[in-house]
C-alpha cells in the first residue's frame, strides 16, 4: 500500500476511534438521548419528542457498578426524571418528581397534597371526568429515604407511582433537558418544538 495512503487511512481509523471513545463517554457520564413513546406526560411532553437527558445532574455513575462516584445536586420538586421502570429495569420510563425523601403524599379527588399542602401544577391536564379509587384517591403515604413519588402530567392516563410505587434514587438516569427533535410522522415535523427546554 502507498505509504501516503496508509498515513490517511491510519488518520481516518484514529479520529474514529476518538470519536467512537468521546460518544461513549458523553452518552456514559453526561447526555443521553430518549424519545417519548406514550401521552402520559402530555402537554408538557408530545408523542414524538426526542430528548436529551442530563446524566451529569445528579451525579456521575460508574459504568454497569450504579456507583455514584460523585454528586452535582439532588432531584427535587417538578424534576422531570428519566428511570429505570421498576417493574422491569430494561424499559425507561419519563415523569415528574411529586415527592421526595420525607414528603407525605395524599391525593383527594384529583387533587395532589404534599405536607398537608395543595400543590399548585398548572402543568397538568384531567382527561376524565370520573372520580375513581386509587388513581384520584391516594395515600397518604410517607415517600422512604432514598426514593422518590412520581406521577406524569397526563394524571388520567399515567402509570405512575401511585400503582407501582416509589422511585429509587439510583434507578434515576438524568433529568430531562432539551428538546432536539419532536415530530408526529412524516412530514409533521414539531420545529416550533425543537430547541425547547424542558420543565
Known amino acids: ?13 484514529e479520529a474514529l476511534a476518538v470519536a467512537l471513545v468521546l460518544a461513549l463517554v458523553i452518552r456514559t457520564f453526561v447526555v443521553q438521548a430518549f424519545k417519548i413513546p406514550s401521552g402520559s406526560m402530555l402537554e408538557t411532553l408530545q408523542i414524538g419528542d426526542h430528548l436529551l437527558v442530563n446524566k ?11 456507583t455514584t462516584l460523585f454528586d452535582v445536586e439532588e432531584p427535587k420538586h417538578g424534576d422531570i426524571i428519566v428511570f429505570e421502570f421498576p ?10 418528581i411529586i415527592g421526595a425523601p420525607g414528603d407525605v403524599i395524599e ?5 395532589v397534597y404534599r405536607n398537608g399542602e395543595k400543590l399548585t401544577e398548572p402543568y397538568i391536564r384531567h382527561t376524565d371526568p370520573r372520580i375513581t379509587p386509587r388513581r384520584d384517591n391516594f395515600g397518604p403515604v410517607t415517600v422512604p429515604e432514598n426514593k422518590y413519588f412520581c406521577m406524569g402530567d397526563n394524571r388520567d392516563e399515567s402509570y405512575d407511582s401511585r400503582f407501582w410505587g416509589f422511585v429509587d434514587r439510583d434507578k434515576i438516569k438524568g433529568k430531562a433537558w432539551v428538546i432536539y427533535w419532536s415530530w408526529n410522522g412524516i412530514p409533521n415535523v414539531r420545529f416550533d418544538r425543537i430547541g425547547m427546554l424542558v420543565k
Open 56 to 66: 451529569f445532574l445528579y451525579g456521575v455513575k460508574m459504568p454497569f457498578t450504579g
Open 107 to 111: 391525593i383527594k379527588d384529583k387533587e
Open 1 to 13: 500500500m502507498n505509504p501516503r495512503w496508509q498515513k490517511t487511512l491510519l488518520e481516518y481509523i
Open 87 to 96: 417493574e422491569d429495569p430494561d424499559k425507561d420510563f419519563i415523569k415528574r
